[in-house]
């Protein structure tokens, strides 16, 4: 049995690597093409598209660092997304804590109802949501971004968090009440601190939602001034359609913040996915 068994498990194994070499080169191909591709001119992205830059081009990335347009965007980028992404995560948490420490009639309703906004696609809930903006005064302001995005993320934060506190210990909200915590008192200093890797996870996919986001910014924001970075990158590319090279230079700079910020908080996130997934 065993000697039939290893030929079995090896070929899993062997097929399982051959699928994770796929998809990671469908990944790495297209930035490596980008990345390489910006330091290129567009007779060598012709004629040696994935091949080394011959000579090497570095002008069309420090053409875009010397732009005041490009900071300009990255800073209207950061701010929606941090602002949107604190917001979005502490009213999570705080109804995640209900949903998950508190036994009330309807609570399983009321948190189904927050679930089904799963399911509900964002681009059906444009036009109205224009329309509710306009009649708020929140067009072309920054909170005509922040604040959508942080509702419609709260369906997934809120289903990550709970599943996380629920693992916490009852004993462990016994022994604070024990020693005169109130609720919020252990909320704030025990179970947030104790959440740390599912706060993580959540704040990177938010981040990075709201930084790729490019529907919304296109609608709110007519004004250029407060044009995000993903709708620097449309305009960009719609000046310089006849410059291939230096709209990849455009791309990669405008994906290096938010890839640069998932590498760093990767161990979080998956630690923190494992967590609720366990929980």
Avoid at 187 to 206: D, E, G, K, Y
């Amino acid at each position: 049995m065993t000697g039939t068994a290893n030929p079995a498990l090896r070929t899993r194994r062997l097929v399982l690597h051959l699928v994770c070499i796929a998809v990671g080169a469908l990944i790495v191909v297209p930035v490596w093409f980008g990345v390489l591709g910006g330091f290129k001119d567009n007779g060598q992205l012709s004629t040696n598209p994935l091949g080394w830059p011959d000579p090497w081009v570095p002008g069309n990335y420090t053409g875009i660092l010397g732009s005041e347009v490009f900071w300009r965007q990255l800073g209207n980028s950061v701010l929606i997304a941090v602002s949107s992404t604190l917001i979005m995560v502490g009213a999570a948490a705080m109804a995640a804590f209900v949903f998950a420490r508190f036994a009330f009639r309807g609570r399983e309703l009321l948190f189904t109802l927050f679930a089904i906004g799963l399911m509900f696609p964002f681009a059906v809930a444009i036009l109205p949501l224009f329309v509710l903006l306009r009649g708020m005064g929140l067009l072309d302001n920054p909170l005509g971004v922040i604040l959508p995005q942080a509702a419609f993320g709260l369906p997934i934060t809120i289903v990550i968090l709970r599943q996380f506190f629920r693992t916490i210990p009852g004993e462990v909200e016994e022994a604070a009440t024990l020693d005169g915590c109130s609720p919020f008192g252990f909320f704030w200093r025990i179970l947030l601190p104790m959440a740390r890797p599912a706060l993580a996870t959540v704040s990177v996919l938010a981040l990075v939602s709201s930084w790729n986001n490019f529907m919304l910014p296109l609608v709110v924001f007519t004004d250029q001034s407060w044009w995000t970075l993903p709708v620097g990158v449309q305009a960009f590319q719609g000046q310089y359609a006849d410059d291939t090279a230096r709209v990849l230079a455009f791309v990669v700079l405008s994906m290096l913040p938010a890839l640069g910020f998932y590498a760093v908080a990767e161990r979080q996130l998956i630690g923190g996915l494992a967590g609720s997934v366990k929980g």
